[in-house]
């Protein structure tokens, strides 16, 4: 390792479920760390690129060593911590997946009309942006199956704050879309090939496993948001949904 900064630094953002994951993993072993938050201190991206860094979140470094922290792996690599996981069989991840867009579906009919641009808790992202962005998490992987990398995760739509029906439309079409590729192609995959993604090199089996936790962390904020911030009378997905899965144990940062 080159520099003579041999602190741990993350910079991250509030909101953002991997920030938060790579923030827990960080504290549950015990590393040191100094924290960088991007929406606090707007200087920090223009601070980052000087650096040599994407002016993206999360990040990890250590002096000049840096790595894009959604993989532990890599989190994992930079503060000098050991760290092994086995994702779980494709098969139940698929199944995992169901009942999470299923229950965001649910979320959003039971949304009231004027809740869509509501923000969520310590961050600029609505709750309609919210739902579109759980839904479409789950379209960029499928997308990347069809051929097309991912370059980074499309950025939420105007209409996301206006109409409830046009959510539950797109989110029957990615449902759709998912059950398609899985009874399709999805069965002659092979799941230990390298993914296409902008953030590392993780087999297309940890790639499924990230898309079906990153899309669950967010049903669980919905949850949250209907519950807390509405009210509404909505019945939570099963606990054992999360069992297994690599996701953030908050909820929020602060909750």
């Given at each position: 390792?080159?520099?003579?900064?041999?602190?741990?630094?993350?910079?991250?953002?509030?909101?953002?479920?991997?920030?938060?994951?790579?923030?827990?993993?960080?504290?549950?072993?015990?590393?040191?760390?100094?924290?960088?938050?991007?929406?606090?201190?707007?200087?920090?991206?223009?601070e980052m690129e000087a650096r040599g860094l994407p002016r993206q979140v999360p990040i990890v470094r250590r002096g000049d060593d840096w790595a894009d922290a959604q993989g532990l792996d890599e989190v994992a690599r930079i503060s000098g911590v050991e760290h092994e996981a086995t994702p779980l069989p494709v098969d139940e991840l698929y199944r995992r997946l169901g009942i999470v867009l299923d229950g965001v579906g649910r979320y959003v009919?039971?949304?009231?009309?004027?809740?869509?641009?509501?923000?969520?808790?310590?961050?600029?992202?609505?709750?309609?942006?919210?739902?579109?962005?759980?839904?479409?998490v789950v379209a960029s992987f499928l997308d990347h199956e069809d051929?097309?990398?991912?370059?980074?995760?499309?950025?939420?739509?105007?209409?996301?704050?206006?109409?409830?029906?046009?959510?539950?439309?797109?989110?029957?079409?990615?449902?759709?879309?998912?059950?398609?590729?899985y009874e399709g192609p999805g069965r002659e995959r092979d799941f230990s090939e390298t993914a296409s993604v902008?953030?590392?090199?993780?087999?297309?089996h940890e790639f499924f496993e990230r898309t079906t936790w990153h899309a669950g962390q967010h049903a669980r904020q919905l949850e949250w948001m209907l519950a807390e911030t509405f009210p509404v009378d909505a019945e939570p997905l099963d606990p054992s949904t999360w069992e297994g899965l690599p996701m953030p144990e908050k909820v929020w940062d602060a909750a």
């Amino acid at each position: 390792m080159s520099g003579s900064d041999t602190q741990v630094h993350l910079y991250w953002a509030t909101g953002c479920t991997s920030c938060l994951r790579a923030k827990e993993f960080l504290e549950r072993n015990d590393v040191q760390f100094a924290s960088h938050n991007v929406i606090e201190e707007r200087g920090l991206l223009d601070e980052m690129e000087a650096r040599g860094l994407p002016r993206q979140v999360p990040i990890v470094r250590r002096g000049d060593d840096w790595a894009d922290a959604q993989g532990l792996d890599e989190v994992a690599r930079i503060s000098g911590v050991e760290h092994e996981a086995t994702p779980l069989p494709v098969d139940e991840l698929y199944r995992r997946l169901g009942i999470v867009l299923d229950g965001v579906g649910r979320y959003v009919d039971l949304l009231p009309g004027d809740a869509l641009s509501v923000d969520i808790p310590n961050r600029p992202r609505s709750v309609g942006e919210l739902s579109y962005h759980t839904f479409s998490v789950v379209a960029s992987f499928l997308d990347h199956e069809d051929g097309v990398p991912l370059t980074s995760y499309e950025p939420e739509l105007a209409w996301t704050n206006r109409s409830t029906d046009a959510l539950t439309t797109y989110g029957e079409h990615v449902r759709t879309r998912l059950r398609d590729w899985y009874e399709g192609p999805g069965r002659e995959r092979d799941f230990s090939e390298t993914a296409s993604v902008y953030y590392g090199d993780p087999t297309v089996h940890e790639f499924f496993e990230r898309t079906t936790w990153h899309a669950g962390q967010h049903a669980r904020q919905l949850e949250w948001m209907l519950a807390e911030t509405f009210p509404v009378d909505a019945e939570p997905l099963d606990p054992s949904t999360w069992e297994g899965l690599p996701m953030p144990e908050k909820v929020w940062d602060a909750a």
